[in-house]
């Protein structure tokens, strides 16, 4: 089974616009795919990610929220609204990858001469 995540890196705002202070206008952000054995240390499983910018706005004041009141699940719900290729789109692309990792079709040689 494949697991899929946002990872929200970072978010750009501006200071003061139509009003209002620090207005996110730009997501930066990750779209991850491990599998249920994926663990790093050990170099086990399989893990695949895309990353990519989110422009947000117009800022519309009647649904602002303040920066500080913003959670994760608000920003995810930007990212699952407006991103494109759309995160079900991302996640057949990072299953694509996976399924390259876990069966091969290209791989990279030694040089026949180098020994």
Do not use: C
């Amino acid at each position: 089974m494949i697991t899929y995540n946002w990872i929200i890196s970072s978010m750009d705002s501006k200071i003061h616009e139509e009003g209002l202070d620090d207005v996110v206008v730009t997501v930066h952000w990750r779209r991850s795919a491990q599998t249920d054995d994926y663990n790093p240390e050990t170099e086990t499983g399989y893990y695949a990610d895309v990353y990519g910018a989110l422009s947000v706005g117009p800022v519309d004041p009647a649904t602002f929220i303040p920066y500080n009141d913003l959670t994760k699940e608000n920003v995810e719900a930007w990212l699952n609204e407006m991103t494109d290729p759309t995160p079900a789109e991302m996640d057949e692309q990072l299953a694509a990858n996976i399924e390259l990792q876990k069966n091969p079709i290209e791989e990279t040689l030694p040089l026949p001469w180098v020994s």
